[in-house]
């Protein structure tokens, strides 16, 4: 098992030299004078210079990528063009509210998908087997941006049940220590923001999730419809195990494990969608930021977003796969057995 | 050695789709969905020329028109005609994700090629180098590309071939991988054929079903991520109707007027939706394990 723990890091850390490998090279496709581009539309030509050195553009490429990467490790990712704050400052400032977004979609997927999908295994062909179909071919298509305006505009301006944009409403914001409103909220002991904090986060979340929720719904249902047909099952409901004892513990137990690394792999794909969604719902997260940097031709800003989501997706998928073997006996051994 | 690829009677892909999504019994979806991939295409060509009204021209007096008579998908806060620039925005959609997936399948299937004949060493590399491009989210790295280059569409395709051909050569790397085993290369290797030539004439047409297959499915996804970053406004600067950025440019009005982020919205999802579907349909037929009936 430490083996596999060992190997899993290495594999990690590859990973992570690998996405660091990758910015630096696509920092170097800029066209044109990179240090005019880094220090910013406005910059004087001696700031352009000072860059320059900064930079270290004028040194050879490899001593540029030694220092580079050395200042990835020690989280230095350059300093912002336009606002002249570090990157990584104004980075960790956004990313709380972005991953509190994907945490709160994430959940919303699973409080509608496991029930979905354990339902739809149950009752094969019926009702819910079809809702999963026609949620899966509508996935394909809806666009994620336009399903959050529409939601906005449905449950927001029509029906207004919900805020339409931002974290909270004026004077509904804990006093900020995690970043993270509705933890702020909790440390906090207020109901009010509490609710207000959960309230502007429903409709990204949902917006998000929505198209997560067939996927997970469907792995789940075959995941289940396996298990359930499986001899250890048989044997448990002839035993006399109660039927709901049987689907929770016996079946759903083992259908878990693949879902967990499905649900890692779409931790990627709900960051990416978190930039379209936040930008829709104007949340301060790094999809903001992203765009921000974007509009005001920061470079080097949004190629500091993109490093610090490829280092999270790594983390994610890392913690994912010890998780997973964690849970699941049958991993640890094929592991050991390939080791 | 077993023989699990038999000869069999080839028969024409394009025969058996036709066949199988005009002949009886197959599933109206998927019969709906390629009558809709064939009218959008026809679109993606002719759209700007059947346009009723000048899609770029400001017309301050008829500024956010609801749809009617005069202007079928009303018009914009500037007053241009929605169904107008839906047209023109046809192929800037749907050509640009088309081109998308045309460079990352072509330079997937090189990578993967190379990677079939090189020596071990060289395949492992390759492949860890697709891995890396993996640990990014495609969206948020052709978002960095194309804030790298200059905004414009033809940066948005040019980000998207280079954030899409790695899961492309991964996908056909296996494929090959597999065909390579397979007993009708083994034999033509025993008869002293070169490595080359059974990669080019041998493994790589039979693995061409399953590269368009996965072409095809990629098309959808393609679609939508296009719109994405130009909804961004990483894309053409405006006045440009691609979808993408028209539903951008509709999206402070929504309350007032809906219909200019709404329809360019419906029209990626149904163009997403008839693409996945035939894809999907062609993924079927390819796959004989998911069985004749629907």
Request: proline letters at 5%.
């Amino acid at each position: 098992m430490a083996h596999y723990v060992l190997r899993r890091l290495a594999l990690a850390a590859f990973a992570l030299w690998g996405v660091a490998t990758l910015v630096f090279l696509m920092s170097r496709l800029i066209p044109g004078d990179i240090a005019a581009v880094a220090a910013g539309r406005l910059a004087t030509p001696e700031q352009v210079e000072q860059m320059r050195v900064t930079l270290g553009l004028d040194r050879p490429l490899v001593v540029q990528y030694a220092d580079y990467l050395l200042g990835a490790v020690t989280g230095d990712f350059g300093v912002s063009a336009y606002t002249h704050r570090p990157i990584v400052e104004e980075v960790a400032e956004v990313l709380p509210s972005t991953v509190q977004l994907v945490l709160m979609g994430m959940f919303i997927t699973v409080v509608v998908a496991l029930p979905l999908g354990i339902w739809a295994a149950l009752r094969e062909g019926r009702g819910a087997d079809a809702a999963i179909r026609i949620l899966l071919v509508l996935k394909g298509g809806i666009p994620v941006f336009w399903l959050a305006i529409v939601l906005r505009w449905v449950f927001g301006s029509i029906l207004g049940w919900f805020p339409i944009t931002g974290e909270n409403s004026i004077g509904g914001a804990p006093p900020d220590v995690t970043g993270f409103t509705i933890l702020d909220s909790l440390l906090f002991g207020s109901f009010a923001n509490l609710r207000d904090s959960v309230s502007h986060l429903f409709l990204p979340a949902l917006a998000l999730s929505a198209p997560f929720i067939s996927t997970l719904a469907r792995n789940v249902r075959s995941n289940m419809l396996t298990a359930m047909r499986s001899d250890y099952i048989t044997f448990a409901v002839s035993k006399g195990v109660p039927p709901g004892r049987v689907v929770m513990r016996h079946g759903f137990r083992s259908a878990f494990g693949s879902t967990l690394t499905i649900f890692g792999l779409q931790f990627g794909w709900m960051i990416s969608a978190a930039v379209l969604v936040e930008t829709v719902f104007a949340l301060q997260g790094i999809g903001s930021l992203m765009y921000k940097s974007i509009v005001n031709h920061d470079t080097f800003a949004v190629l500091g977003s993109v490093m610090v989501i490829g280092f999270v997706f790594v983390f994610t998928s890392l913690v994912v796969d010890l998780l997973h073997m964690l849970l699941d006996p049958r991993v640890r051994t094929a592991q050991l057995a390939r080791a | 050695m077993t023989i699990d690829n038999a000869p069999f009677d080839r028969v024409s892909f394009v025969g058996v789709l036709s066949r199988r999504l005009f002949g009886r019994g197959g599933p109206v979806v998927d019969r709906l969905a390629l009558v809709m991939v064939g009218i959008l295409l026809v679109l993606a060509v002719v759209g700007p020329w059947l346009a009723p009204h000048d899609p770029y021209a400001v017309d301050p007096i008829a500024s956010l028109e609801p749809p009617g008579a005069a202007y079928w998908l009303g018009t914009d806060d500037t007053g241009r005609d929605v169904l107008s620039r839906l047209l023109a925005g046809a192929p800037l959609t749907i050509l640009s994700a088309v081109a998308v997936v045309v460079g990352s399948t072509i330079i997937g299937v090189f990578v993967a090629s190379v990677a079939t004949l090189a020596p071990r060493w060289l395949d492992d590399a390759l492949m860890r180098c697709t891995e890396i491009f993996l640990s990014i989210p495609s969206l948020v790295l052709a978002l960095g590309l194309t804030a790298v280059l200059r905004p414009s569409l033809t940066s948005i395709i040019i980000a998207m071939v280079m954030a899409l051909w790695p899961a492309t050569a991964r996908i056909t790397r296996n494929i090959l991988r597999e065909t390579m085993t397979s007993a009708y290369v083994e034999a033509a290797k025993i008869m002293g054929v070169s490595r080359l030539r059974l990669m080019l004439r041998h493994a790589l047409p039979n693995s061409l079903d399953a590269i368009y297959v996965h072409a095809s499915m990629e098309l959808s996804g393609t679609i939508v991520m296009i719109s994405g970053l130009a909804f961004l406004g990483v894309g053409a600067p405006p006045p440009s109707a691609d979808w993408g950025s028209m539903i951008a440019q509709g999206q402070d009005f929504i309350t007032t007027a809906w219909w200019i982020s709404l329809f360019p919205g419906l029209a990626i999802t149904v163009a997403a939706l008839a693409f996945g579907l035939v894809g999907d349909a062609i993924r079927r037929i390819n796959d004989p394990t998911s069985g004749r009936a629907q």
